[in-house]
Every structure is written in C-alpha cells, then in structure tokens.
C-alpha cells in the first residue's frame, strides 16, 4: 500500500531502528536485548516505511484471547501531523476486528494529546470504574 511515498508493511521492525524511532519521536529509550526478545513476541505489528527507513509503526501485543494491549503507536517527528498515526491505527482496527473474540479486553495507555486519536477509534477512560497503572522497570543492580 502506497500513499504519498509512504509504504505500509505487516512487519515488526528491526531492534535498531525500533529504538531510534522511539526516541527520535520523543518516546522512553528500549534496550537492544529488550527490543530483540519483545518485537517478535507481538501479535501483529504494521510500519510505515520512506524509502526504506522506518517513520511509523504499531503493534498488538497480548495473549491471543482474552487480553490485547495496542503499543508503540509512534510516527517520526518530520511527518506527524499527516494522518500517518490515523493509518496505522486504522490496521490496528482492523486486525482487532478479525481476530479478538467478543468479551476480551483491549487497552491502551494514551499520552496527550495522542488520546484524542484513541477516542476517534472507540477507545474511552477507565475512570472512574478504573484506574489504569503501571511499574517502571527496576533499574539493574
């Protein structure tokens, strides 16, 4: 699929370039081991390539039934603004609405103001009902 000179591609992308996008995008760092072990453990994942360089991705991640977590929604700095992110979460509907058996939960941690995409694809707070949490990695010792 082609627009604009952007090729969408059903791929996890390579360690390396995973972890440079992150952070060019503003985005915590991922470590090499962390990226090589996680990226080929994800459901399904879709990237946005210019040219060959990554400058979007995606993924699901989960355990095939009951839980799905949609993560690393991310697209390079020089190209947001385009309706890259709208694209590729427009995959990720798609592949959720093919595969995730009714009942099963699918969630997200959004970051403002990138909630305002979710909220488009259906996705609302968990509060008051919920909290949504999270423990930050344990630094090596």
Not at 97 to 115: C, E, M, R
Not at 123 to 132: K, L, M, V, W
């Amino acid at each position: 699929m082609k627009d604009q000179e952007i090729t969408l591609l059903y791929e996890t992308p390579q360690p390396e370039e995973y972890i440079a996008l992150r952070v060019a995008a503003g985005m915590s760092a991922r470590t090499l081991e962390a990226a090589r072990t996680g990226l080929p453990n994800s459901l399904f994942a879709v990237t946005l390539r210019e040219q060959g360089r990554l400058v979007g991705m995606g993924r699901v991640l989960g355990d095939g039934g009951c839980a799905y977590l949609i993560s690393d929604i991310v697209v390079h700095p020089s190209l947001q603004r385009r309706g890259l992110a709208r694209r590729i979460m427009t995959e990720i509907e798609r592949y959720l609405d093919d595969n995730v058996p009714p009942g099963s939960f699918v969630s997200l941690i959004a970051d403002t103001p990138a909630d305002a995409l979710y909220r488009h694809f259906g996705f609302i707070d968990t509060a008051p009902a919920s909290i949504g949490m999270y423990r930050p990695s344990r630094p090596n010792v």
